[in-house]
């Protein structure tokens, strides 16, 4: 069996398929169970887990000489723009969701017309001088309730700065920030404008994907995003024996099973949704479902 799966792939291909089974601890003949033998494919489970939200993605992966023409063109630039603008958005939202929840504040920051700045470098200067100043204070707080200074910690932040082309094209800032400090403390830190927002997070059942999709995204506007370096990274892994072919076939045929096999492989989150695609080139379903982890 060993010496006939060697003969099915180059040598280099079945190297890389055998490095992403060995965390499973698949045997070779197990191997079989999940390639998909009409493609040359094999189906990868990814597990993105973001604060409460996990996202489960299920889709083929091939070896590298068996890859389908279609994935082989060449994008052009303004649809590798649009991936890169998707990936983007999704990094952020998962960003988000991992560092951020109820109690902390969506912050929106604006300008009087004095102090409107003349480019993206300086809105940016503004805004990174505005948290160095919350830091001070939030330092000096800890200080004074008996923290040794080395030890003080920094604000968690993400913002997002803004400039609308409609019109007069005004920079405004966005900024979601762990809440530290008191809501006075930090409207009154800002000093280029008296007419700003400050509401606490009140999480939904997508937690706060709602809220970082509305910043992420530009229909029609320009926006940048920077953060804190103190943020938690969202947690991926991925896996090419959490599912079977067949189960994933059966997944995609009849999607009442998803919620069942989700939560069964996940303890401890509860199904939220899912959708099934069907890949036009090759037939193959992709599954994308959302969870939430239970409170205890």
């Known amino acids: 069996m060993i010496r006939r799966k060697r003969t099915r792939y180059t040598d280099l291909d079945y190297e890389k398929l055998q490095k992403r089974v060995e965390e499973s601890e698949l045997t070779l003949n197990e191997i079989e169970k999940i390639i998909d033998a009409t493609t040359n494919s094999i189906y990868e489970t990814k597990t993105?887990?973001?604060?409460?939200?996990?996202?489960?993605?299920?889709?083929?992966?091939?070896?590298?000489?068996?890859?389908?023409?279609?994935?082989r063109l060449k994008r052009t630039k303004e649809a590798q723009k649009n991936l890169n603008n998707k990936n983007a958005v999704k990094y952020f939202v998962r960003k988000s969701n991992s560092n951020f929840g109820e109690g902390d504040y969506y912050i929106t920051l604006v300008y009087l017309n004095k102090y409107i700045p003349k480019n993206y470098d300086e809105a940016r200067k503004h805004v990174?001088?505005?948290?160095?100043?919350?830091?001070?204070?939030?330092?000096?707080?800890?200080?004074?309730?008996?923290?040794?200074?080395?030890?003080?910690?920094?604000?968690?932040?993400?913002?997002?700065?803004?400039?609308?082309?409609?019109g007069k094209g005004r920079y405004h800032h966005h900024i979601l920030m762990n809440s530290v400090l008191s809501m006075e403390t930090v409207e009154d830190a800002w000093e280029y404008g008296r007419r700003n927002n400050?509401?606490?997070?009140?999480?939904?059942?997508?937690?706060?994907?709602?809220?970082?999709?509305?910043?992420?995204?530009?229909?029609?506007?320009?926006k940048r995003w920077g953060c804190s370096k103190n943020l938690k990274e969202p947690i991926l892994t991925r896996s090419v024996s959490k599912f079977?072919?067949?189960?994933?076939?059966?997944?995609?045929?009849?999607?009442?099973?998803?919620?069942?096999e989700m939560e069964k492989v996940n303890p401890g989150y509860k199904f939220i949704d899912a959708k099934v695609f069907i890949n036009t080139y090759n037939g193959k379903p992709y599954i994308y479902a959302r969870m939430r982890k239970i409170k205890e």
């Open 48 to 71: 993105i887990t973001a604060g409460p939200i996990r996202e489960v993605e299920i889709c083929p992966i091939f070896l590298k000489k068996d890859i389908p023409d279609e994935l």
């Open 128 to 166: 990174r001088n505005y948290i160095r100043k919350l830091n001070r204070i939030y330092k000096k707080q800890q200080v004074q309730n008996g923290i040794p200074e080395k030890k003080c910690k920094n604000i968690k932040y993400m913002f997002v700065t803004e400039i609308s082309q409609e």
């Open 198 to 222: 400050i509401r606490k997070i009140y999480p939904d059942d997508l937690h706060i994907t709602g809220l970082a999709k509305y910043l992420s995204k530009d229909p029609k506007g320009k």
């Open 244 to 260: 079977s072919k067949k189960k994933i076939n059966d997944m995609s045929k009849y999607q009442d099973l998803i919620e069942h």
